[in-house]
């Protein structure tokens, strides 16, 4: 069974600019969990949807955003791009009616320069 | 607000040792999970060991055991018979059922030494 996927695995972009990054969650999963790993911070929540809809969010500025699509996949935009938003970004999935358990992605290393 | 406390930044054991990760947690809820993830240096995180925490019997999943204190809100990871390969970080999360959010510690950084 395929795990959780996330594109790209590495993204380099400048202040200012928009990011998208992307996540497939396991075949049968439709809850999809957005969290931002910044050096020395641990991980922070962002985001949760499900079901095409978001259902939680983090502490974080309204340019984090993003969707859920109708296969489950998922997207994460950072608008206007700041030095700070330098972090790892994991993706995971969890059955909506399940154990709660998330199952993460590799992630992708976002670098604002 | 609930808080997840890891006060070991970095560890290190012999291989065939055993080491325990401590973490402690704070919450006003009675009813909530436990979890342990180990981040290898590849960056997959990989779940290790889930607690619930109605459940008195300390969960285990073969080398890796956990001792949970629910009064104490302590919740300490022991690896049994250490390997090169349980080098990673490790981070303790807790979450409360239908909140779907996990709240993770900063996490501890394991070398298991040859």
């Known amino acids: 069974e395929a795990g959780v996927t996330q594109s790209p695995t590495h993204l380099i972009k400048t202040r200012g600019q928009q990011a998208t990054l992307r996540c497939s969650p396991i075949?049968?999963?439709?809850?999809v969990y957005w969290y931002q790993q910044a050096l020395g911070l641990g991980l922070q929540f962002l985001l949760w949807?499900?079901?095409?809809?978001?259902?939680n969010r983090g502490n974080f500025p309204p340019r984090f955003s993003g969707r859920q699509f109708p296969n489950y996949s998922s997207e994460l935009n950072v608008n206007a791009l700041e030095l700070e938003d330098s972090a790892l970004y994991l993706c995971?999935?969890?059955?909506?009616?399940?154990?709660?358990?998330?199952?993460f992605g590799p992630g992708t290393r976002l670098t604002v320069l | 607000a609930q808080t997840v406390t890891q006060s070991q930044p970095e560890m290190s054991v012999q291989e065939a040792e055993t080491v325990t990760l401590s973490c402690t947690y704070d919450?006003?809820?009675?009813?909530?999970?436990l979890f342990w993830y180990k981040q290898p240096p590849s960056r997959q995180m990989i779940l290790v060991i889930r607690?619930?925490?109605?459940?008195?019997q300390n969960a285990t999943e073969n080398r890796f055991s956990v001792n949970f204190q629910k009064a104490a809100k302590s919740f300490s990871l022991k690896i049994s018979d250490s390997q090169l390969g349980d080098t990673a970080m490790y981070f303790c999360?807790?979450?409360?059922?239908?909140?779907?959010?996990?709240?993770f510690g900063t996490g501890t950084r394991l070398k298991v030494l040859a």
């Open positions: 995971a999935s969890s059955l909506r009616q399940g154990t709660d358990t998330q199952y």
């Open positions: 075949s049968g999963h439709t809850s």
């Open positions: 949807y499900d079901e095409g809809e978001e259902r």
């Open positions: 919450t006003s809820e009675s009813n909530y999970y």
């Open positions: 607690q619930e925490a109605y459940k008195q």
């Open positions: 999360a807790f979450m409360v059922p239908g909140t779907y959010k996990y709240i």
